[in-house]
C-alpha cells in the first residue's frame, strides 16, 4: 500500500521568503509519480509540480521546485519569494506507475501554509 | 481551454435522499476521477473512469456509484444520503490513466 505523509500541519513564512513543505512517501514500486497541489479556501485543488520516479533531475515549474531524494523516500515543495497568494493549504500526492490498472492519488493529509506581509 | 467543471457548487440536502453531482472534463481529457474530502478522513479516492468504463473504485459503499458517458462527462449518485457523506466532493479529469490529474472546483454537500 501506498502512503504519504506530511508532518507540519502548519507553516509560517515571511512574504517573499523560501519555504520549504516536508513529504515523505512509503511504497515498494519502483514505478511511481509524485505531485504536489495547492488547495485555496475555495476549495479547487491546482496542480503544482509533477516529479517522476525516474526523472533524474528535480523537477522546476516558476517559483516552485521539488527537492527529490529517492533514496530517503522524500519530495520537498520548495517555494521561493513567497507572496501573500500562496496562503493555502498543500498537499502532496503519489500515484503508483505499475501495475496496470489503479492510478488514483494517494494524498497527504496537508500543510497549512500562511504567508505575512 | 477551459478548466474542469462541477456542478452544482453547492448543495443541502437531508438523510436519506439521494444526490447526482456532474463533472465536465477539459477538453480531450478521457478519464475522471473522484475524491471526497473531509475533514476527517481527508481526501480519499472514489472512483476512475475511462472511456465509458470504470476501471476502480475506492472503499465505499455501495450507496457511492458512478458513471461516465461517450463525450467524457461524468456522473456521480450518492443513495440514502447519512450525515457523514457532508464532503467537498473532487472531479480530476486527465487525458488518461497515467496523466496529470487536474481538478475542478468541487461541490460542497452537506446532509442534515
Known amino acids: 500500500a501506498q502512503k504519504i505523509t506530511q508532518t507540519q500541519p502548519g507553516m509560517f513564512v515571511q512574504e517573499k521568503e523560501a519555504v520549504t513543505l516536508d513529504c515523505t512517501y512509503d511504497?515498494?514500486?519502483?514505478?511511481?509519480?509524485l505531485f504536489w497541489y495547492k488547495q485555496p479556501s475555495s476549495g479547487e485543488m491546482i496542480f503544482l509540480i509533477y516529479q517522476g520516479s525516474y526523472d533524474q533531475q528535480n523537477a522546476t515549474e516558476g517559483r516552485y521546485s521539488l527537492n527529490f531524494q529517492k533514496a530517503r523516500k522524500s519530495a520537498n515543495l520548495v517555494i521561493s519569494a513567497s507572496q501573500l497568494g500562496d496562503s493555502a493549504m498543500y498537499f502532496c500526492?503519489?500515484?503508483?506507475?505499475?501495475?496496470?490498472?489503479?492510478?488514483?492519488?494517494?494524498f497527504g493529509k496537508g500543510t497549512l501554509l500562511t504567508v505575512n506581509p | 481551454k477551459a478548466g474542469v467543471t462541477q456542478t452544482p457548487r453547492y448543495l443541502i440536502k437531508t438523510r436519506g435522499q439521494q444526490v447526482t453531482l456532474s463533472c465536465s472534463p477539459i477538453s480531450g481529457h478521457r478519464s475522471v476521477s473522484w475524491y471526497q474530502q473531509t475533514p476527517g478522513q481527508g481526501l480519499q479516492f472514489l472512483f476512475e473512469?475511462?472511456?465509458?468504463?470504470?476501471?476502480n473504485k475506492g472503499n465505499f459503499p455501495g450507496r457511492f456509484s458512478g458513471r461516465q458517458f461517450s463525450n467524457s462527462r461524468s456522473e456521480m449518485n450518492v443513495s440514502t444520503l447519512e450525515l457523514g457523506d457532508s464532503a467537498l466532493y473532487l472531479c480530476?479529469?486527465?487525458?488518461?490513466?497515467?496523466?496529470?490529474?487536474?481538478f475542478g472546483p468541487g461541490t460542497r454537500l452537506l446532509v442534515l
Open positions: 473512469y475511462f472511456s465509458e468504463t470504470q476501471r
Open positions: 511504497t515498494s514500486d519502483p514505478s511511481y509519480g
Open positions: 480530476a479529469s486527465s487525458q488518461g490513466l497515467a496523466e496529470t490529474q487536474y
Open positions: 500526492a503519489m500515484r503508483v506507475n505499475s501495475g496496470g490498472s489503479n492510478y488514483k492519488l494517494t
